[in-house]
Structure formats: structure tokens, C-alpha cells
């Protein structure tokens, strides 16, 4: 592994169009140390096959992706989705991510507040069962533009009220750029966040937004300001992997090995001091 990419970490939705074989080859061909692995792709190739895999590569998960979705509309829709929160737990244990991203859930019945607090007593549930896992539930705020339908929680502010409820090793954020670099505070809140920043993930704003779920670019071709957010994770005291994570259907389309060449020479550029 190079020097300068012990961190990086590639988040497989980036290289979509390969299958968790082929991404954990691209990871050791390209010298990367970590993947963030989907949980459908680890389900395609069935859980013990993807630690195997992992294993014989010597690759470390950075996080497993997702959980979350609280809000629900009556009680089966709630008890089926606890359900699967705990399954995805189990899955993040065997894989040996200590991060299970959570994607908490857009407005259901009972509106705005309701939802939010269903988020609340969704965590609070599961919390306890991932810290016997040894996994950290990674609360992800959204950009407020996903509130209707994705998540309910679009601050990091927001995403630490919830986190510092639990303890440190139970409940965390996720410090995804795409999400938080317009906030105001942001800076303010990563230092609030210290030790409960389990996941630093980045790509870039691209202006105009060509697609609200699809228009996440790589760094650098956008206004996103990443080594002053990386310098500011780093002083809250986070030293893990940083993922590169982009929905982007040009980025889907390119040749994967094609996509970590250009990720690389980004991450070099524009992430590292």
C-alpha cells in the first residue's frame, strides 16, 4: 500500500458497474488497504463467500452500508424493519466493520416530529445490541433536500443530539461532505463530535446538480473545500479510512479501473494536505 493512501478507502458504490470480487481486486491492484462494502453486493455473493474474499485480500471493511429507516407506517412495517437493522448488525460483525452506516428514514405517518422520533426509538432499540457486536450504528444526516423521503436527520447537529445519547461505542456520525459542507457550523460540530466520528466520507457538489440522488461528483469538480473538513476531522481526533463515495451515473458508466485511477489522482490533489 502506498504511503499517502493508507487511509483510502473505496466505497463500492462508486465502481457500481463491478461486483464485490472484482471491487476487492480493483482495492489490491490500486494498493488501497480498506472497502466500504453495500449490503446487496454482499448479499449476491453470500456473507461467508465476501469474508473470504476480504480475508484472502487482507482488506479492511471502513463501513458496511445500510441501516437505518425508522419511520413506518403501522407496526408490521416497523417490526419487519428492526428486524432487518439487526440483521444488518450481524452482517457488519461478521464482515468485521465496526461501522454500520445509518440512513435513518424520510417523513412517514404521523408527520415531520412523529418521524423523527421514531428515529429516536429506533436507535434506542438497536443501540445495545450493536455495542454487544462490537459495531458502532453511524448516524448519516442528509442534506435537508433528502428530509422528505431519505432522512429526517439533515444536521450534524442533529445527528449528535441523538449519537450522545449512547455511549461512544454503541451510536456515532458519519462526516459524509456531500451532505454537510454548506452548514454553517459544520466546522463547530465536527470538533462537538470528537470521538463519535465513525465514518469521514467524500465527493463533491457538482453546480447545477444534474440529479438529486445522482449528482455527487468526484473532488475537485466542485466547491467543496475538502482538506479544510479533512484537516478539521483529523483535529477531532478521527484517524480512520476516508471513503470516497459517489452516485453518479457518468462515474457508473466509466470503466471501474478507469475510476480509480481518476479517484486516486483526486484524493491526492485535493484531500491530502
Known sequence: MSGD?????????????WTLPEAVDGCARWGLGWIGLWRDQVAAVGLDEA????????????????????????????DARAADNRRAIDEAAALGARVLVMVCGGIAGGGLDRSRGMVAEGIAEL?????????????????????????VIVTLAQALDLAEQFPAGQVGVVVDTFHV???????????????????FQVCDWLDPLPDVLLGRGMMGDGPIDFRRLRRAVDRAGYRGPIEV?????DVWASPGGEVLDRLVAAYRRHVLD
Open 127 to 151: 443501540a445495545p445490541y450493536a455495542g454487544e457486536r462490537g459495531v458502532t450504528l453511524a448516524i448519516e444526516p442528509l442534506h435537508p433536500m433528502f428530509c422528505a423521503d431519505r432522512s
Open 181 to 199: 459542507w454548506w452548514d454553517p457550523t459544520v466546522e463547530e460540530q465536527i470538533a462537538r463530535a470528537g470521538g463519535r466520528i465513525a465514518a
Open 245 to 249: 463515495e459517489i452516485f453518479n451515473a
Open 5 to 17: 493512501l493508507e487511509r483510502l478507502s473505496l466505497n463500492q458504490i462508486t465502481t457500481k458497474s
Open 51 to 78: 469474508v473470504g474474499l476480504l480475508r484472502r485480500a487482507g482488506l479492511a471493511v471502513s463501513s458496511l452500508c445500510r441501516g437505518g429507516f425508522f419511520p413506518s407506517t403501522d407496526a408490521g412495517e416497523r
